[in-house]
Each structure stands twice: as structure tokens, then as C-alpha cells.
Nanobody, 126 residues
Framework: QVELVESGGGSVQAGGSLRLSCTTS????????IGWFRQAPGKEREGVAA????????YYADSVKGRFAISRDNAKNAVHLQMNSLKPEDTAMYYC???????????????????WGQGTQVTVSS
């Protein structure tokens, strides 16, 4: 069973920073578009950022451009999301996702074969 292990959530004040990490198996990590989604109470799940593990392609939602940065660690089969200048509206459950499909990392549609992590809570207070 494919597993995505997330870590790094927590509570911060507005303007603060958090770093989320997602690790998986080498099999899942290789040649994959992996990213982060978030879902706030009463809202739909939305894409935040994604990165292709074997190339330069990345995707960012407009709402996080300039504040969040996604990166990868090929030696550890990990994808990280550095979140800076956090706002209360960033409060949500954040989910790591893999098998997004190569198109998604270039701003295209998400694959129907996406797999999900369990989620990690991020809370930003004003």
C-alpha cells in the first residue's frame, strides 16, 4: 500500500512560518508530480503547490505565490513546503498528494489516480 507520510504542521501567528514535509517510497517518488493541497472547513480541497521529482516543473496557486516555496530532496524521497508570511486564511488541513500526473506540475489538470496522505493541520492566528 502506497504511503505518504506528512509532518510539520502546527499553530503560528500571522506572519510566521512553517515547513511541511512529505516522504514516501522510492518507487512512488521517482518520476512523479507530488504536491500539497489544503482544505478549510466548509470549503473544497484546493491545490497549493506541486513539483516534478525528475525535472524543473513546479506549480503554485496564485494565493501562495511569493510566500510559499516547494522543494524536493531526492536522497530522502521527500517533498517540502516552506510557508512564509502566513495569513489566517492559510488555516486548513494540508494534504500531501502523489501521482498528480505530469500535466498538473505544469498547471494542467490533476490525474484521477492521485493518492493522498492523512493530512496535517496548519492553524494561523491573527
Amino acid at each position: 500500500q502506497v504511503e505518504l507520510v506528512e509532518s510539520g504542521g502546527g499553530s503560528v501567528q500571522a506572519g510566521g512560518s512553517l515547513r511541511l514535509s512529505c516522504t514516501t517510497s522510492a518507487y512512488t517518488y521517482e518520476n512523479n508530480c507530488i504536491g500539497w493541497f489544503r482544505q478549510a472547513p466548509g470549503k473544497e480541497r484546493e491545490g497549493v503547490a506541486a513539483i516534478y521529482t525528475n525535472g524543473p516543473a513546479t506549480y503554485y496557486a496564485d494565493s501562495v505565490k511569493g510566500r510559499f516555496a516547494i522543494s524536493r530532496d531526492n536522497a530522502k524521497n521527500a517533498v517540502h513546503l516552506q510557508m512564509n508570511s502566513l495569513k489566517p486564511e492559510d488555516t486548513a488541513m494540508y494534504y500531501c498528494a502523489a501521482n498528480l500526473g505530469p500535466a498538473y506540475c505544469s498547471g494542467g489538470p490533476r490525474s484521477m489516480h492521485t493518492i493522498w496522505g492523512q493530512g496535517t493541520q496548519v492553524t494561523v492566528s491573527s
